[in-house]
């Protein structure tokens, strides 16, 4: 597939066509879920109205080799991410305090000082659970030749998205089956649309955790942030939990946890207490299995340092944490750039001695590094093409010399952290030396050019679809339950994520407001 077989995108619609598919798109996702909360300064605690999620009318056309690519290596990278996160040494060297990131970046520091002292006072969890969402472009450098597959990033925490990303591909089959797309293209036919099942895939990855738990009436907790407008993507998981396992759910903030959350000093059992009368027979507390984080991969969630504390706290207990505070830290993009070093990648993957027969192949370890664009830290001596300034490391020197084809990553999620191209060198200019540790460098990405999509946000009739040329980012879920004595993984990759976002814009991310929900055609 190269890279102008995927221009021509979307068929071109009549008038009328495009305000009948937006009536039907926009009614299907109100109708099933497909929604936030709207922005409202204060939130009433029982929201009476929601919107719909910003959304593409036509689903995006992706290679089906790349789709299968990515989907193959999922397996692999849950596995790489789970020893990563079990290595404690390569942690602390890598995001450790003394060592590491933390020294320079202090919210990284300040998580790592409290798995630190959970190591310490022996209490280190046995078994760790990962939701996780591995996120690609498509690379098209030079329109002759093939497109590829290239990695953006890997997310350890709050990977959100998976429950409206199947409600998106259930959308665009729907707008398939109700119009046929008005017969506007050959592409557009039922065998080119995959199934999104992630909705079951993930609350499979966390009724497994609950059943390790082996406390039937326990509850899973959902760690969420106050006013939090993506309510929905994380009730589907909520709904199918209690249909499906009948497992209860308890949603609380960090906040209201440094009230409620307990932890039993015998057994270290954990538990939430809950207003009186909402639970059976009198009780006012609940035991927690698992505690589900959708809360607590920026500072901003840790407005104190007990909302720290809480992570201690919570981390201290017998509750398998998804994500532990060492999954957590696996996931920071340092990790991502030191696993691109020579070697690294191949002690976790396929070293014999440490992993015995759980090793993969030579080829499999190939395709993962074929999945990766160049990265180096600023803080790190780098081959460059020219002379520096001693003031300067190659790192920093290399950055500058190549800015146009960068962007710079410091160690944070959630979407709006970067830096990119022309704003790298002013940005160096005024970077102090010792905070070059906590920043890497990373190609960019050249996503094709020249595909366009119908994106249709929030805001009032016709007026808010709008024709753009665009970039697709694809996301494959896995989840991972791993640890105990024996070190054992059990894994599945279990479904997928488009966000679509406007080509001018450098940034994706939903929440953050920059793109839209989109699903896949391939071809
Ligand atoms: P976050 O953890 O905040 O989501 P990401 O690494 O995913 O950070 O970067 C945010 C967005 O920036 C991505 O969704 C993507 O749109 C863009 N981006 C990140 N890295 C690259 C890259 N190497 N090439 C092109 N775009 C990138
Ligand atoms: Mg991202
Ligand atoms: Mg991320």
């Given at each position: 597939m190269s890279h102008p077989d995927l221009m021509k995108w979307p068929p071109e619609l009549s008038e009328a066509q495009l305000q009948a598919l937006t009536l039907l798109a926009t009614t299907y996702?109100?109708?099933?879920?497909?929604?936030?909360?709207?922005?409202?300064?204060?939130?009433?605690?029982?929201?009476?109205?929601?919107?719909?999620?910003?959304?593409?009318?036509?689903?995006?056309?992706?290679?089906?080799?790349?789709?299968?690519?990515?989907?193959?290596?999922?397996?692999?990278?849950?596995?790489?991410?789970?020893?990563?996160?079990?290595?404690?040494?390569?942690l602390d060297n890598v995001m450790g305090e003394e060592k590491g990131v933390g020294k320079v970046d202090q919210f990284t520091g300040q998580l790592w000082r409290r798995w630190k002292r959970l190591r310490d006072e022996g209490l280190t969890q046995d078994l760790h659970l990962g939701l996780f969402r591995s996120d690609y472009l498509m690379h098209a450098p030079r329109p002759e030749e093939p497109?590829?597959?290239?990695?953006v990033e890997f997310n350890t925490i709050s990977s959100s998205f998976g429950s409206l990303s199947q409600k998106a591909a259930e959308l665009h089959e729907y707008l398939y089956a109700s119009t046929g797309y008005y017969g506007t293209s050959p592409v557009l036919k039922k065998e080119n649309f995959p199934q999104n099942r992630t909705i079951a895939g993930l609350a499979e990855g966390l009724a497994e955790a609950h059943k390790a738990y082996n406390v039937p009436d326990a509850r899973i907790l959902f760690v969420v942030q106050g006013g939090e407008r993506n309510v929905f993507d994380q009730r589907w998981l909520e709904y199918e939990l209690l249909e499906k396992y009948s497992i209860h759910v308890v949603r609380q903030t960090?906040?209201?946890?440094?009230?409620?959350?307990?932890?039993?000093?015998d057994n270290r059992t954990l538990h939430v207490t809950l207003p009186q009368g909402l639970l059976p027979d009198g009780a006012n507390s609940v035991e927690i299995s698992t505690v589900y984080l959708r809360a607590g991969y920026t500072p901003i969630d840790y407005p104190t340092s007990a909302h720290y504390d809480l992570?201690?706290?919570?981390?201290?207990?017998?509750?398998?944490?998804?994500?532990?505070?060492?999954?957590?830290?696996?996931?920071?993009?340092?990790?991502?750039?030191?696993?691109?070093?020579?070697?690294?990648?191949?002690?976790?993957?396929?070293?014999?001695?440490?992993?015995?027969?759980?090793?993969?192949?030579?080829?499999?370890?190939?395709?993962?590094?074929?999945?990766?664009?160049?990265?180096?830290?600023?803080?790190?001596d780098v081959p460059t093409g020219s002379a520096h300034d001693p003031?300067?490391?190659?790192?920093?020197?290399?950055?500058?010399?190549?800015?146009?084809?960068?962007?710079?990553?410091?160690?944070?999620?959630?979407?709006?952290?970067?830096?990119?191209?022309?704003?790298?060198?002013?940005?160096?200019?005024?970077?102090?030396?010792?905070?070059?540790?906590?920043?890497?460098?990373?190609?960019?990405i050249a996503a094709p050019q020249g595909l366009e999509n119908y994106l249709v946000r929030a805001g009032g009739g016709t007026d808010s679809t709008v024709k753009t040329e665009v970039v697709s980012e694809l996301g494959i879920f896995g989840w991972a339950l791993f640890g105990g004595p024996e070190k054992k993984i059990k894994e599945k990759e279990v479904g997928w994520l488009v966000r679509t976002k406007g080509k001018d814009s450098n940034e994706g991310g939903v929440a953050a407001g920059f793109s839209v929900l989109d699903s896949l055609i391939l071809i």
């Open positions: 996702a109100l109708s099933h879920g497909l929604n936030y909360l709207p922005v409202a300064d204060v939130q009433p605690p029982a929201p009476t109205s929601a919107i719909h999620a910003p959304l593409a009318l036509f689903p995006s056309p992706f290679p089906r080799n790349l789709f299968s690519l990515a989907r193959r290596l999922q397996r692999a990278y849950n596995v790489l991410y789970a020893r990563v996160a079990l290595d404690e040494e390569f497109v590829t597959l290239k990695q960090m906040t209201q946890l440094l009230e409620s959350a307990q932890v039993h000093p992570r201690y706290l919570l981390e201290s207990s017998r509750a398998i944490q998804c994500p532990s505070i060492q999954l957590q830290l696996a996931g920071g993009k340092k990790v991502q750039e030191v696993l691109t070093r020579p070697g690294v990648l191949e002690s976790f993957l396929c070293d014999p001695g440490r992993w015995g027969a759980e090793v993969f192949t030579p080829e499999e370890v190939d395709e993962i590094r074929g999945s990766w664009m160049g990265m180096w830290g600023l803080n790190e003031r300067e490391t190659s790192g920093v020197h290399k950055a500058r010399e190549s800015a146009s084809n960068l962007v710079l990553k410091p160690q944070r999620e959630g979407g709006g952290n970067n830096i990119y191209k022309d704003a790298i060198p002013s940005f160096l200019d005024n970077l102090p030396p010792e905070e070059r540790e906590a920043w890497i460098a990373m190609e960019l």
